[in-house]
């Protein structure tokens, strides 16, 4: 198990945690929670032995296997499934150690690393590769492809396969969503639900928090705390232990009291209607985690829209095409005031596209784009916080929007996305990711739009920011259009889905449990079709290797059988002049052949003796070398 006892830990200036007493048994798998900068990383840090403890200990069996995600992926030439098993640094070691000892004809050693193989299940290695990279999203044609090929977001895709193939006593896991989308979400969800070994995760996405995690580790003013169970279990146990503050309780019960005056106000109103379910969903929520929240530092609302043109936005037939690949085809959809749209489909889909249609920055390739008068877009997608000035600050950022407005009320509005202080006047260019998609969030908010296209507007940002988030679209009486694989928020603030998937994008009749399942369904028919593809394949090289087989059989009788009666000839004449040599032998070795010689007979036996020792040396030499041919060509069947 692992074990803290009185750990503090600091990176300078600043000190992390304090006083920690802690154990962490094998096989638990604990989600690691907390604020930014409370010190999440730097226990990875911590367990890896890059960062030793201020004060107290940290124990863990030193025999234990630890496995991570490495943060750099360099421009390699090698294969990705290759790049994947060199996660599996023993199995690699063997096969060095075996291509040695093959090298040097140690049989001893060669039947022990080849044991060893069979005891890691070294020799399915490549088929656990394989499918660790269908999980996350590759395609069978890319096993092969160089990891230098692919972009930046795939090769940390490649870098969680190769964690996870490590046979690992303890997963280290910071942040592994970041470049997944839903589907390759659930997937590892599962995966993890089932490892065998210790984990310590640290995720923003509280669903997959609650899918995977048996344990909640929870950083807060410098104590470190331990709580069993899921996410929602932790903020739960939680918000029971804040709600008996009494100033956050009534905090608490200001929001849920301004969601119901909504609720009561607009449930009669047909225009209104989807909304207030909507806000019915939140409410029954945050009566349940809002206090566990209660403390954030976030706190910020969406302005109600000045206007709302019915239809807001219309796509007639349109299509969506990067040159001469079509993506999307024959698109109708209309946005009317109130909606609260959720894009669904699997990865590459076209939603990314969609979204860029909807907005104007891709123009139809075929039908037509109808804005209504009136219609204020508010754009979010993580290429926007490119276009933030690095040398601005927030308040600068702001500044420029509204230059009419006092300043102190802007930095109010910034300090709801906890720019406080120092903070909103500093260099945006040193911003962390989560840090500039507040600033892309903030300034989005504040432009006042009654249309709201959100592309994983959740990348970056902590759990505490998106709660924040959530409930701010759940109060939200505009219309929005959300991508995102975030389930929790999905749920909360969408009131319909549109699936787009195989060129279209059409109404989802159905909730996100059932696209979860649909998900699930598509994925084991792609799966029964690389099987039956598979079978084809297999088959025929069956076939090709029987032909193969039988062509080769008949090459090694054609060579067998004249070696087979070459070789039966010369022992038989071996036999011949053996028996032949052994007589003259005989003779010449007689001393009763000498009492009397034939001066004729002895000089034609010396000879023949000659002559045959040279006959059985020549013949022996050849039989050698003929068995020798039919040992290599073996038993033919």
Not at 216 to 232: E, F, P, V
Not at 375 to 394: C, K, N, T, V
Not at 482 to 487: N, T
Request: aromatic share 6%.
């Amino acid at each position: 198990m692992i074990q803290f006892r009185n750990l503090s830990l600091a990176r300078v200036p600043r000190r992390l945690i304090e006083h920690a007493n802690l154990q962490i048994h094998g096989g638990w798998r604990v989600g690691l929670a907390g604020p930014n900068g409370s010190g999440k990383s730097s226990i990875f840090s911590m367990l890896r032995g890059e960062l030793h403890p201020d004060r107290g200990d940290c124990d863990l069996p030193p025999a234990w296997r630890i496995a991570s995600v490495a943060q750099e992926t360099p421009a390699l030439g090698v294969e990705a499934i290759e790049y994947v098993l060199d996660g599996d640094a023993e199995l690699r070691a063997i096969e060095r150690e075996l291509a040695a000892a093959e090298a040097a004809h140690d049989g001893n050693r060669v039947g022990e690393l080849h044991a060893r193989l069979q005891e890691i299940e070294g020799y399915g290695a490549k088929a656990r590769a394989a499918a660790l990279l269908s999980g996350l999203g590759f395609a069978d044609d890319e096993f092969t492809r160089p990891v230098a090929s692919f972009s930046g977001g795939w090769r940390m895709r490649l870098n969680l396969a190769q964690a996870l193939i490590a046979r690992s006593d303890l997963l280290l896991l910071d942040e592994p969503t970041n470049h997944l989308d839903l589907d390759a979400i659930v997937w590892l969800e599962k995966w993890l639900a089932g490892y065998r070994g210790t984990l310590l995760l640290v995720s923003h996405d509280r669903d997959f928090l609650d899918g995977c995690v048996t344990h909640i580790a929870y950083i807060a003013s410098q104590h470190l705390t331990l709580y069993t169970g899921n996410y929602s279990a932790f903020e739960e146990q939680r918000a029971a232990q804040l709600a008996g503050q009494q100033a956050m309780f009534e905090k608490q019960q200001r929001e849920v009291a301004h969601l119901e005056k909504f609720i009561s106000r607009f449930r009669a109103q047909a225009t209104k209607a989807r909304q207030a379910q909507s806000r019915i969903k939140a409410l029954d929520r945050m009566e349940h985690v809002a206090p566990a929240h209660v403390d954030a530092p976030f706190d910020f609302h969406f302005r109600e829209p000045e206007r709302a043109p019915d239809p807001l936005l219309t796509l007639d037939h349109a299509s969506a095409a990067y040159g001469d690949r079509v993506v999307l085809r024959r698109i109708d959809m209309t946005l009317r005031p109130g909606a609260r749209l959720g894009l669904l489909g699997p990865n590459g889909a076209g939603k990314s596209t969609l979204v860029k249609l909807l907005t104007g920055d891709l123009p139809p390739g075929d039908g037509m784009r109808y804005e209504g008068k009136g219609l204020a877009i508010g754009y979010f997608a993580q290429h926007q916080l490119e276009q933030l000035r690095p040398d601005d600050s927030p308040i600068q950022h702001l500044v420029r929007i509204e230059p009419q407005t006092r300043e102190q009320e802007l930095r109010d509005y910034l300090g709801g996305f906890d720019f406080r202080g120092a903070m909103a006047d500093s260099k945006v260019g040193p911003f962390s990711g989560g840090e500039k998609s507040r600033l892309a969030l903030a300034l989005l908010v504040r432009r006042r739009p009654n249309l709201l296209l959100l592309d994983e507007p959740t990348n970056h940002l902590d759990l505490e920011m998106r709660h924040a988030l959530t409930k701010a679209l759940a109060e939200y009486e505009g219309s929005l259009v959300l991508v995102s694989h975030d389930r929790a928020l999905l749920r909360t603030v969408c009131d319909a889905f549109l699936l787009v998937s195989d060129g279209e994008a059409k109404e989802y009749d159905g909730d996100l449990d059932d696209y979860l399942q649909w998900l699930s369904a598509r994925r084991e028919a792609q799966a029964a079709a690389r099987a039956d593809v598979g079978l084809v394949a297999d088959k025929a090289a069956r076939k090709e290797a029987r032909a193969a087989a039988a062509a080769d059989r008949q090459t090694k009788l054609a060579r067998r059988r004249p070696l087979m009666k070459e070789a039966e000839q010369l022992e038989q004449r071996l036999s011949t002049w053996h028996e032949e040599k052994r007589e003259i032998d005989e003779s010449l070795a007689d001393p009763s052949f000498y009492e009397s010689p034939d001066p004729d007979k002895l000089k034609g036996l010396a000879l023949r003796q000659t002559e045959l020792t040279r006959l059985i040396d020549e013949a022996e030499h050849r039989w050698l070398e003929v068995s020798g041919e039919l040992e290599e060509i073996g038993e033919v069947a």
